[in-house]
């Protein structure tokens, strides 16, 4: 059913998504959703919540440049399918206004630095970025280039873009840029 809704939300759009669409795409009743959902909203928070907290996998290649080229990599061809771009739409809709997708939105940028803070602590601990970095606010500064180009301009983003914002997030960071507020 989770798999039903993401197809549901990247054909229709969250605006025009209803359970009896996603019922029909999931090939069951309506009322099984509803057994498990009060609403569609909750419904589409578990499903985007579920489909991004395993779709980014958090390396550990030995060295942080290639790690964080990994994370920017697999951020930029997660945010540029279809259901990526459906994320997008959704949490940048009016449908935030609702609290549950409100926080998805909290819930899986936390949930994503969470799972990441390891690659920059295992480059603080072999000593390739200075003790006193934040991983969040490192990875904040890594993810902000990708999403302004995807939120705001639309300008084209690939694995260009990605390297690049690892050199820059690298070069701030062993500045001393990016340490704990």
């Known amino acids: 059913m989770l798999e039903a809704a993401l197809i549901e939300l990247t054909t229709t759009g969250y605006t025009a998504l209803t359970v009896e669409g996603v019922a029909r795409r999931a090939g069951v009743h309506k009322t099984t959703i509803y057994r498990n959902w009060k609403d569609s909203d909750g419904l589409v928070v578990d499903a985007l ?35 990526g771009r459906a994320l997008l739409s959704t949490v940048l809709s009016d449908a935030v206004r609702i609290p549950r997708l409100a926080e998805v939105k909290r819930t899986l940028f936390e949930d994503r630095f969470r799972r990441a803070e390891p690659v920059v602590t295992r480059a603080v601990e072999r000593g390739e ?15 902000a280039p990708i999403y302004f180009r995807l939120v705001f301009t639309g300008e084209p983003v690939d694995d260009t873009t990605a390297d690049r914002s690892v050199r820059v997030v690298l070069a701030a960071a062993n500045a001393g840029a990016l340490t704990a507020p």
């Open 49 to 83: 919540t579920s489909h991004f907290a395993t779709d980014i996998p958090i390396p550990d290649t030995g060295a942080v440049e290639s790690d964080l080229r990994v994370l920017a990599r697999s951020l930029v061809a997660t945010m540029t399918t279809r259901a």
């Open 129 to 143: 970025l200075p003790e006193d970095t934040d991983p969040a606010e490192l990875l904040k500064a890594l993810v």
